[in-house]
């Protein structure tokens, strides 16, 4: 009895109804998610077992297909499952926002849960069914969810808790699955990378630091084995052949190009709220903070970029065709275009939106050690999708690949929002205003999701 009331005490905290709310809308996705027929679990991972065991399988898909060993493992059983996939994909979800939540101090909490909440309602779930709800999922979202839990200790370390053992090994544990998808393993590796040189400088003693430390080896121990896998190398070989037969003519720089013209086109023009809130907000902080004419319009630059490109599209197709279709058409700048002027344009844009951000960053941060946060959790997250210029497939895999961008926005979003919360006490009907904004367009997009979902 003692247990059942503390259960529900715990659940009538003012940080659960969020949680509560969002589990229970997720419930409402997953109910109306179907498994479209040609997905990659329905074609091809639900019918393995049915052929090798699960080593025998695993052995194959090291050796000439994924280092993914330990996500296809889990994958392959759930394939022909989809009620227990639901299951455990709604579960993931749940998680996320929690683990997300507990990265903050926990005065913050209660705040820090809402707007989460608030964050994960605005991404688009469609997204994830590109190659089918199941696949997806397990090879995104789960690792998004683990990798998370797992910086939880290290957020801990930070605030200066002391870990216990048992919660030790159910980081590394969760780091060794999330770790195991490519771009998860790069957000470990750099997040617990930085922490572990913060606690050498201050000299932590290694029982508050060692989640870290194990987090940073379980991260580039996957990454090793990642760049080491014969399957990996072996799937690059055949997807160049597939996709993009002129791939091996790139050098580093094309490569690079691609991935960043790539997203950023897609931030800007591909009709996903979540980058134009990012880029909202900022600009309101600047408001707030100076006067200075520059700064105002430089915080503006990226919201009157994406205003542009995504509400008067139709307007620049007519008056301005080249424009137009410089933009639209996906080029980038490489070793055989690199004389044409016209090509400069949208890369001069989208170093401009970058700059301002940063710009913006600088004068809405009140502390260096804001700021660089700051500076990581955006260039982080720029960095996992513009790492996919590396792969043949970046314009295959599109949408899904955005996932831990516009998470790690997400997060940067609500530490700015937590930081400056005191500003809006002063600017009372602008506080309202956004409050208003912020919950119709978590509304719309549940709709909106809804609709996709179950269309």
Not at 287 to 292: I, S, V
């Amino acid at each position: 009895m003692d247990k059942l009331k503390h259960c529900l005490r715990a659940m009538t905290k003012r940080e659960v109804w969020p949680l509560l709310l969002f589990a229970a809308i997720q419930a409402v996705y997953h109910i109306l998610m179907r498994e479209p027929e040609g997905s990659d679990a329905m074609w091809f991972f639900r019918n393995q077992l049915d052929a090798y065991t699960l080593g025998e399988y695993l052995s194959m898909r090291y050796d000439a297909w994924s280092s993914r060993l330990l996500i296809e493992g889990v994958l392959v059983y759930l394939a022909g499952h989809m009620a227990l996939w639901k299951l455990f994909d709604w579960m993931a979800w749940v998680f996320l926002a929690w683990a997300l939540a507990e990265l903050f101090p926990e005065e913050m909490k209660k705040t820090a849960s809402c707007l989460i909440v608030g964050v994960l309602l605005l991404y688009p779930m469609w997204d994830l069914k590109t190659a089918g709800w199941i696949a997806t999922g397990v090879n995104y979202t789960w690792p998004l969810s683990l990798g998370v839990f797992s910086l939880r200790g290290t957020a801990r370390a930070l605030y200066g808790k002391e870990t216990s053992y048992p919660m030790w090994a159910l980081y590394a544990l969760a780091a060794l699955y999330g770790a195991n998808m490519e771009q998860m393993a790069a957000v470990l590796l750099t997040v617990n990378g930085c922490a572990v040189v913060w606690f050498a400088v201050q000299k932590i003693r290694f029982r508050l630091s060692g989640t870290a430390v194990t987090g940073l080896l379980i991260a580039a121990a996957e990454i090793v084995f990642i760049l080491t896998c014969p399957g990996n190398a072996a799937r690059k070989s055949q997807e160049i052949i597939n996709w993009m037969p002129h791939y091996d003519t790139y050098c580093l720089l094309d490569k690079l190009s691609m991935g960043f013209f790539d997203t950023m086109r897609h931030l800007t023009s591909s009709g996903n709220l979540m980058f134009l809130c990012y880029a909202v907000l900022l600009a309101v902080f600047v408001f707030f903070k100076t006067k200075a004419l520059w700064l105002r319009l430089a915080a503006l630059f990226p919201v009157a970029l994406n205003l542009l490109l995504l509400g008067f599209g139709g307007m620049l197709e007519t008056h301005f065709p080249s424009f137009f279709r410089q933009m639209e058409k996906g080029a980038f700048i490489d070793g055989k275009n690199y004389h044409l002027a016209a090509n400069y344009i949208p890369t001069v844009l989208y170093l401009a939106v970058v700059g301002c951000v940063l710009l913006s960053l600088t004068v809405v941060c009140e502390t260096y050690g804001e700021l660089l946060l700051q500076i990581l959790l955006a260039a982080l997250g720029l960095a996992t999708r513009v790492v996919m210029g590396f792969t043949p497939t970046i314009y295959v895999s599109q949408e899904r690949t955005f996932l831990y961008l516009y998470m790690l926005l997400g997060v940067s979003a609500v530490f700015l929002l937590l930081k400056n919360r005191t500003l809006f006490q002063t600017h009372a009907r602008v506080y309202e205003g956004m409050r208003l904004a912020g919950a119709f367009l978590a509304a719309a997009c549940v709709i909106l999701n809804l609709t996709e979902i179950g269309g």
